[in-house]
């Protein structure tokens, strides 16, 4: 079965720090691959997404993602994370040409940032 | 514009009783998904619907889960008699497109919190 791991469930930075959080999937064929965030007390939103094209994709806030397909992986970064990016984060796949389009999520990582 | 939205945003029920959680998605988009997200995990598919037709229910974990969209706009998850582990939040998630190629992005609305005591 598809399955997306998260292998970080809690990390704690301070400001300025450099984040990269994990993501792994197990899926033969062709990925559409996203990002999630949710922060307190809002709904999921779109970080940024991978169709096609420039394997290093760039989201908002600053965020980007690697597609690394040998590696079945997709890796979120940031520089120099802020207070504001506290938050949990949501990697998902969908499998390209499916039936439909629904998601397979990882159990998230929660990011606590420290002023 | 108006973003997806769900009502009610919490819910209380007996275990046993019957629940109705209903999401308005963004108006024109044609795809509709219903996720359930347990405390600690990710959220997991259900159900989605192109317009009115279901056509996947795959992950609704048994019969007492039902769903809904007659007019291919609102739609209604319906929890037949709960049980406490039906204890989750519930997400309805929008999308225009409904094709399975090409770019799509789903949107997620605030998701109704249900507690089954």
């Known amino acids: 079965a598809q399955s997306v791991s998260q292998h970080n469930h809690h990390v704690i930075l301070s400001e300025a720090a450099s984040l990269e959080l994990g993501c792994n999937y197990s899926y033969g064929g062709t990925v559409n691959l996203f990002w999630y965030v949710q922060y307190p007390g809002q709904h999921l939103q779109l970080l940024l997404k991978y169709f096609s094209g420039d394997p290093l994709v760039k989201g908002i806030k600053g965020f980007e993602a690697e597609f690394i397909k040998s590696k079945f992986s997709f890796n979120l970064r940031k520089p120099s994370v802020q207070w504001s990016d506290t938050a949990e984060y949501f990697c998902?796949?969908?499998?390209?040409?499916?039936?439909?389009?629904?998601?397979?999520f990882g159990t998230g990582t929660l990011l606590a940032v420290q002023p | 514009g108006a973003g997806v939205s769900q009502s009610p945003r919490y819910k209380v029920a007996k275990r046993g009783q019957d629940v109705a959680l209903r999401c308005d998605p963004i108006s024109g988009h044609v795809s509709l998904f219903w996720y359930q997200q347990a405390l600690g995990q990710g959220p997991e598919f259900l159900t989605y619907f192109q317009n009115e037709a279901q056509l996947d229910k795959s992950g609704l974990p048994s019969d007492r889960f039902f769903a809904e969209r007659p007019e291919g706009s609102v739609s209604t998850l319906k929890i037949q008699r709960t049980q406490q582990e039906d204890s989750a939040v519930y997400l309805c998630?929008?999308?225009?497109?409904?094709?399975?190629?090409?770019?799509?992005?789903?949107?997620f609305g605030p998701g109704t919190r249900l507690t089954v005591l």
């Open positions: 998630a929008s999308s225009f497109r409904q094709e399975t190629s090409g770019e799509h992005e789903q949107f």
């Open positions: 998902a796949v969908c499998p390209y040409g499916g039936a439909t389009n629904k998601l397979i």
